[in-house]
């Protein structure tokens, strides 16, 4: 089982679309997939199908320790894998949360529950390092960056870098960066490429080679609650999901054969 936070606090950068959409394609190859919605927008769980205002039940629940994870889980509509959704119960959970013991912990002792039923469990961060996010990055083998390569991108990666040691340092010593993606990728933009670049000089190979080109298909797929794979498999958006599953399988079969997974 691999726990993926996806996370970046600048707002818009497609960690959702990249959730929903990379969770329907490692579970199109097979694997067992639960993607977990952490932000109150509730954004992957529209996107997964499912009515998240029509929930009783959600992962504020499971976070306030009224509700085991299990008792949130659903199966998307079109997917083939399960969500944990959340809706805007979540916003309260920070407030709540603030003098309980062990608040950072919470979404790592309510996953023990799942031991053996996923190979990846893939989080969906809200836009802020916030307790809900550092629960993410607590529970966490590793975090996912989405980044759109603009001028302050870069800029605004320290913070969540900075965050990363300390979760480290305090809460989960074997968080690792497991790769920064490019999405929303425009190859005729000058500087796009060249802060492509930069990253890769900075960050080298957590880089990862599969690009998410900015594909219509992608920003659509939403709309009709269904991931992109279901609503046009041929475009540009679906492929390019479909090879970051496979670079990411990739990955970690090449760290398990170094033993270092
Ligand atoms: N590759 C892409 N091509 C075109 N549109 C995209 C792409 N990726 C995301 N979008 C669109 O851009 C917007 C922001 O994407 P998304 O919701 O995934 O970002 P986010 O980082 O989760 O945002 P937030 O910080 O608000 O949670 C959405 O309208 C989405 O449909
Ligand atoms: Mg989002």
Same mark, same amino acid.
């Given at each position: ?8 606090? /600048?707002?818009?950068?497609? /960690? ?21 919605? $952490? ?11 499912? @009515? ?7 992962? +504020? #629940? ?15 509509? /079109?997917?083939? *894998? ?6 805007? @119960? ?16 919470? $979404?790592?002792? =309510?996953?023990?529950? &799942?031991?053996?039923?996923?190979? +990846?469990? &893939?989080?969906?961060?809200?836009? =802020? &390092? ?8 607590? =529970?966490? #083998? ?9 001028? *302050? ?31 929303? *990728? @425009? ?14 000089? #900075? *960050?080298?190979? /957590?880089? +990862? ?20 794979? +279901? #609503? ?9 999901? $479909? ?19």
């Amino acid at each position: 089982m691999r726990i993926l936070a996806i996370s970046n606090q /600048k707002g818009g950068v497609g /960690k959702t679309t990249t959730c929903v959409n990379l969770a329907a394609s490692l579970a199109a190859t097979k694997r067992r997939v639960l993607l977990i919605d $952490l932000d109150p927008q509730g954004n992957a769980t529209t996107g997964s199908g499912i @009515d998240k205002s029509a929930m009783k039940k959600t992962i +504020y #629940h499971v976070l306030i320790g009224k509700s085991t994870l299990k008792e949130v889980i659903r199966p998307s509509i /079109k997917g083939k *894998f399960d969500v944990a959704p959340a809706n805007r @119960d979540l916003a309260g959970a920070e407030v709540e949360l603030v003098n309980e013991i062990a608040r950072e912990t919470r $979404l790592k002792v =309510a996953l023990q529950e &799942l031991q053996g039923d996923y190979d +990846y469990i &893939l989080i969906d961060c809200p836009p =802020a &390092l916030s307790l809900i996010t550092v629960n993410a990055l607590t =529970a966490s #083998h590793a975090v996912m960056i989405p980044m759109q390569c603009e001028y *302050f991108a870069l800029e605004g990666l320290s913070d969540l870098v900075n965050t990363i040691k300390k979760v480290r340092q305090h809460l989960n010593p074997d968080l690792e960066i497991e790769g920064l993606l490019r999405t929303m *990728f @425009d190859n005729r933009n000058m500087l796009a490429q060249q802060v492509a670049g930069e990253l890769a000089q #900075h *960050f080298g190979d /957590k880089v +990862y080679r599969t690009v998410i080109p900015r594909n219509i298909r992608l920003a659509e797929a939403p709309s009709y609650g269904v991931p992109v794979l +279901y #609503h046009d498999r041929a475009s540009k958006g679906a492929q390019a999901y $479909l090879a970051l599953a496979g670079e990411i399988i990739n990955r970690q079969t090449r760290q398990r054969a170094a033993g270092t997974n």
